[in-house]
């Protein structure tokens, strides 16, 4: 699906269409569907009704949105100790944090700057840099249907360097989505002698990530490693976390956007 949107050169229509696909939009859709049907079918119209706001609940619930997150995106586990004390003694490897979003203009700021969950993966990539002493890269220009501004990479390389105080060695400023971080990112880093990639993003988005990258360097010897972030704290679930919550249904709606991305090859 991903290479029909490329080949007709709609890569525009990504996020009307993934309005429409994502929680709240289809689950509105049912009920009202099966509020239409109420005098001509009224099983049918009571079921779309209840599937329509039991699933509502669901994706609005902290439970709900973490189980489409886990069945959805399948994350991989965390960094141990272990694995990033290996990571000390690995030449050629390089740090590459992907894009997320940024604000092209934030006014208590006076600047662009980047979206909280860019800057959490940027965060992350420079703690896990500072402990392994490895280069840090960013991947990220302007998003399909973002407005115009400086792109991700600018915007978090002075982030990195001012605020952080770890400049990046290498930025990437052209992509638009994840394949794109892909194949520029290889590209730039294979004609750099890299062999190995620390893919830094967020877990849900960590699986097509890995995919898109490992994709873009077929046929070379870069290997691609996962260091996904923000995975959930394990233990046990409480009740609370079946109430619905503000940020619930904005992660089931990321947990959905992976799954259809991943579907079509994005």
């Keep these: 699906m991903n290479e029909v949107f490329l080949t007709l050169g709609l ?25 239409r049907l109420m005098f001509r079918s009224r099983l049918l119209a009571w079921l779309l009704i209840a599937a329509g706001v039991l699933s509502l609940g669901f994706a609005s619930s902290g439970g709900g949105s973490q189980l489409l997150v886990r069945w959805l995106t399948k994350p991989p586990p965390a960094l141990n100790e ?18 997320g979003g940024r604000r092209s203009y934030a006014p208590e700021y006076g600047m662009s700057t980047l979206h909280p969950r860019t800057l959490e993966r940027l965060r992350f990539g420079i703690w896990l840099s500072r402990e392994t002493n490895l280069p840090l890269a960013f991947s990220g220009g302007i998003g399909h249907g973002a407005q115009d501004g400086p792109d991700e990479a600018a915007v978090a390389a002075r982030i990195a360097e001012r605020e952080f105080g770890r400049p990046l060695r290498w930025v990437e400023g052209e992509s638009r989505d994840t394949r794109e971080n892909a194949v520029r990112s290889v590209a730039l880093l294979k004609a750099q002698g890299i062999e190995r990639i620390v893919l830094v993003t967020h877990d849900y988005h960590m699986r097509r990530s890995v995919r898109n990258f490992e994709r873009a360097a077929a046929g070379s010897n870069i290997a691609v490693m996962a260091a996904p972030m923000d995975l959930p704290n394990p233990g046990a679930a409480r009740w609370q976390d079946w109430l619905p919550q503000h940020t619930s249904i904005e992660m089931s709606r990321v947990a959905v956007h992976e799954w259809l991305g991943y579907l079509a090859g994005a």
């Design 82 to 99: 272990l694995a990033i004390s290996g990571l000390k003694r690995t030449p050629k490897t390089a740090i590459v944090v992907l894009g």
């Design 11 to 35: 890569e525009s229509w990504k996020p009307l269409v993934s309005t429409l696909l994502l929680p709240p939009v289809p689950m509105l859709v049912m009920v009202l569907v099966g509020a």
